[in-house]
C-alpha cells in the first residue's frame, strides 16, 4: 500500500487579494466573475459629464465688449501706476507700495477671467458681476487726470 502524496491546490492567492470594487478607484475595472479564476477587466463605464444648457445668443458680444473694456481698465492701472510714488525712501514701504501698485494692474484680469469662467450660461449674473468689476476697479489715479487734462 503506497501511499499517495496530494495534488497541490491551486494557487488563488491573487484572487484573494481583490475585493470587489476597489479597482474602481483608478487602477483597473471591476474584476469579472469567471469560472477559471481568470483576470478578464469589465470595460470602463462612460462618465461624461452632461452636457450644459446652450449659451445664451447675447452672450459672446457681451463677453467681446466686457473684455476691452477691461482691457482698458488694465491699462489705465499700468498709467495710473507711473503717476504715483510711495513717498518713501525706506525699503519696506517701497516693496509694499510695489506689491499694491502689481495687485492692481492684476485685479482687473482676474476679476474678468474668474467671473467668466463662474457664470458659464448665466447671462445676467455674469452681466451684474462684470458691471460690478468695472466699478470697483476704475484706476483711480488716473480719474483726475482726465478730468483736469493732465495740469496738475
Known amino acids: 500500500m503506497a501511499r499517495e502524496e496530494p495534488e497541490p491546490l491551486e494557487d488563488d ?4 487579494l481583490h475585493w470587489a470594487g476597489d479597482e474602481l478607484t483608478g487602477r483597473e475595472g471591476a474584476r469579472l466573475p469567471s469560472g477559471r479564476g481568470s483576470d478578464a477587466v469589465a470595460a470602463p463605464a462612460d462618465d461624461a459629464p452632461p452636457a450644459g ?3 445664451r445668443p447675447g452672450m459672446a458680444p457681451l463677453t467681446f465688449l466686457f473684455a476691452v473694456l477691461y482691457l482698458a481698465l488694465t491699462v489705465g ?3 495710473g501706476t507711473g503717476f504715483t510714488s510711495a513717498g518713501s525712501t525706506q ?12 495687485t492692481a494692474i492684476i485685479a482687473a484680469p482676474l476679476w474678468f477671467g474668474v467671473t467668466v469662467l463662474l457664470t458659464p450660461w448665466k447671462l445676467g449674473a455674469r452681466i451684474a458681476w ?5 466699478l470697483v476697479l476704475l484706476p483711480w489715479p488716473v480719474l483726475p487726470l482726465l478730468v483736469t487734462g493732465g495740469a496738475s
Open 130 to 134: 462684470l458691471l460690478l468689476g468695472v
Open 13 to 16: 492567492d491573487d484572487d484573494a
Open 77 to 79: 492701472w499700468i498709467l
Open 91 to 102: 525699503l519696506l514701504p517701497q516693496v509694499l507700495w510695489q506689491f499694491g501698485e502689481f
Open 53 to 55: 444648457p446652450p449659451p
